[in-house]
């Protein structure tokens, strides 16, 4: 993917204002917008200086915009550090800075498009010449561990939102929430704090913090929905002959029948044993033979009277 450069695209420096942001586009938009330019590339010109505008002038997707690499050159090959969204509140009831995709690049439908919104859920009324409405609502993506998910918890979370104030600058804001983590949240699920998004205005409602769950890596199992796979290595005989083994579980240790004749990669099911729910995922035992090295005599002649006695040909079928 190509990091676009948006600062580059409006031609202003990386700690432009927001009014030279705004000038600078303004001088583009009457260069290149289609209905008066002569340029013969201003339709794709102008794509790019909406998209940078868009982005820029917003204090929340630039904040975020910021964050994914300054250092990056235009056109060059970009990964985004690994969960560079997480613990930012962007305003909307989903994940990312918000805003329309319309006819933008691929790096901005990535990282900014389809996401978000207004969020606003007010119903404006008058009372006594006032203006009442609801809050926006805020987002954002936090990640916790599979063990919180298996059992629930109790976590404290830091979270950071691009503020405005009185006069108009904003500034970056840090809160700490505790949440409870209810046991059998999965990956992609939102949990709603009421109350805790943007305030209302003339004694409005707030709005809500929707939380969008993503798991850290664990050592043990891999997640696919509310499904648990785990790798569990077996020795040549076992897979040869059978064996009956014990391995661990979310639930605690069980024991499990390999069958005989098992190849590496087999996998067996065990029913309910992945995170809770209605219904419960699985836990999914992907078998792997485990050869023992030829590190001592008697491992080596053992190998060389196997080689010798079962003449087995693993290439046969080639």
Request: proline share 6%; no cysteine.
């Given at each position: 993917m190509e990091f676009k450069d948006y600062y580059e695209i409006l031609g202003v420096a990386r700690d432009a204002s927001?009014?030279?942001?705004?000038?600078?586009?303004?001088?583009?938009?009457?260069?290149?917008?289609?209905?008066?330019?002569?340029?013969?590339?201003?339709?794709?010109?102008?794509?790019?200086?909406?998209?940078?505008?868009?982005?820029?002038?917003?204090?929340?997707?630039?904040?975020?915009?910021?964050?994914?690499?300054?250092?990056?050159?235009?056109?060059?090959?970009?990964?985004?550090?690994?969960?560079?969204?997480?613990?930012?509140?962007?305003?909307?009831?989903?994940?990312?800075?918000?805003?329309?995709?319309?006819?933008f690049s691929d790096f901005f439908s990535a990282f900014f498009g389809g996401m978000g919104g207004s969020g606003m859920g007010g119903h404006p009324r008058s009372a006594g010449g006032g203006f009442r409405t609801r809050g926006e609502d805020r987002h954002t993506v936090i990640e916790i561990d599979l063990d919180d998910a298996l059992q629930g918890a109790q976590r404290e979370i830091g979270l950071r939102a691009m503020q405005t104030d009185a006069h108009g600058q904003p500034s970056m804001q840090q809160r700490t929430l505790s949440v409870r983590i209810p046991a059998g949240v999965h990956e992609g699920q939102r949990i709603r704090l009421a109350g805790q998004g943007d305030p209302g205005l003339g004694g409005g409602p707030a709005g809500d913090l929707y939380l969008e769950i993503k798991f850290r890596p664990h050592a043990r199992y891999r997640v696919e929905g509310r499904d648990l796979t785990m790798t569990v290595p077996i020795a040549p005989w076992e897979a040869a002959l059978g064996a009956d083994i014990e391995v661990p579980t979310p639930g605690g240790r069980v024991e499990v029948k390999v069958p005989e004749g098992t190849v590496s990669g087999r996998r067996l099911r065990l029913r309910g044993r992945g995170i809770p729910g209605k219904p419960a995922g699985d836990l999914y035992l992907e078998l792997q033979v485990v050869v023992p090295p030829a590190d001592t005599p008697q491992a080596r002649a053992l190998y060389e009277q196997m080689a010798r006695d079962l003449k087995f040909d693993p290439r046969a079928r080639l």
């Open positions: 927001a009014d030279d942001i705004r000038r600078a586009y303004r001088k583009l938009a009457r260069k290149y917008h289609p209905d008066v330019s002569t340029e013969a590339d201003a339709e794709a010109r102008m794509r790019e200086i909406n998209e940078a505008h868009t982005v820029l002038s917003d204090a929340e997707k630039r904040a975020a915009y910021d964050q994914l690499g300054a250092g990056y050159a235009q056109g060059s090959g970009f990964n985004p550090p690994p969960g560079w969204e997480r613990g930012f509140e962007f305003r909307g009831g989903q994940a990312g800075p918000g805003g329309a995709q319309g006819d």
